[in-house]
């Protein structure tokens, strides 16, 4: 009998003990696509000879890449930044995107060399990497500004 309780107590001990994270970095394209398309949105991931790879995707009818940043030779990156931007806004002056940048945090916006504005957010996912939930939650985020930003910069 006492080897029965002690039996169902370790049980559910092993139970209790919470399950770890799997950590998610930036060295597989592939899992970071999959996350993408958990989020019920697009994904293909582009690898070319020669450049970091990224994947192109969509929400909402808004096209955004997700760049993988500080590679070594194009492969085992450490971190993600997620780009977007309107050709259709050059209107937009440069104090209204600062005061985007004032006025949110997590990305910020300026006018690229062709002059559209453009929203970036970065994602450090370097080390052992952030847990796979995390990673899925910068996506929420992303998706929250990418919606506010169409908005701010086509208001009258």
Do not use: H
């Not at 309780?5 to 139970?15: D, H, I, V």
């Not at 019920?40 to 582009?46: D, K, N, R, S, V």
């Not at 453009?118 to 998706?143: Q, S, Y």
């Amino acid at each position: 009998m006492r080897r029965l309780f002690l039996g169902a107590a370790l049980l559910c001990a092993a139970a209790a003990t919470p399950a770890r994270a799997e950590l998610v970095n930036a060295s597989n394209p592939a899992t970071i696509r999959a996350i993408v398309e958990s989020q019920g949105w697009p994904a293909t991931l582009i690898a070319k000879d020669g450049e970091d790879p990224y994947i192109e995707s969509s929400r909402n009818d808004l096209k955004f890449l997700v760049l993988f940043m500080n590679c070594t030779d194009n492969r085992n990156c450490k971190t993600l930044q997620y780009y977007m931007g309107f050709s259709d806004a050059k209107a937009v002056s440069l104090e209204r995107l600062n005061q985007w940048n004032r006025d949110k945090r997590f990305a910020r916006a300026y006018r690229d060399d062709a002059g559209d504005p453009v929203l970036e957010m970065d994602v450090d996912l370097d080390f052992a990497g952030i847990p796979r939930e995390n990673v899925g939650e910068t996506f929420n985020t992303w998706a929250a500004l990418m919606d506010s930003f169409r908005e701010y910069i086509f208001e009258e």
